[in-house]
Nanobody, 121 residues
């Protein structure tokens, strides 16, 4: 079993900042990549940012220069710093990891429960 626990969402005014965290635990042999996605009402889930096992990052164009993804040294927790927030950033943010469980041969995708980020104008 692999569990993801997210925290850090909330209500913030435009221009403000938030920090999201996602901690992975359970029977994990290795984590290949960690990332954040978001889904606004009436829209499809979209990629926000990812970080791979080597530390390389990837961002959606809409958040480049404003959001920063990072992971801790143990590589089991991923963070997302959200700065200069805009109303259009309002969404449920989901943590995602691609991990190989113990005693498994393959890598699987796991999702967190989601955390609401609301940006008021």
């Amino acid at each position: 079993q692999v569990q993801l626990v997210e925290s850090g969402g909330g209500l913030v005014q435009a221009g403000g900042s938030l920090r999201l965290s996602c901690a992975a635990s359970g029977s994990i042999f290795s984590i290949n990549a960690m990332g954040w996605y978001r889904q606004a009402p009436g829209k499809q889930r979209e990629l926000v940012a990812t970080v791979d096992s080597g530390g390389s990052t990837n961002y959606a164009d809409s958040v480049k220069g404003r959001f920063t993804i990072s992971r801790d040294n143990a590589k089991t927790t991923v963070y997302l710093e959200l700065n200069s927030l805009k109303p259009e950033d309002t969404a449920v943010y989901y943590c995602n990891i691609r991990a190989r469980p113990n005693s498994a041969r393959y890598v699987y995708a796991y999702w967190g429960q989601g955390t609401q980020v609301t940006v008021s104008s």
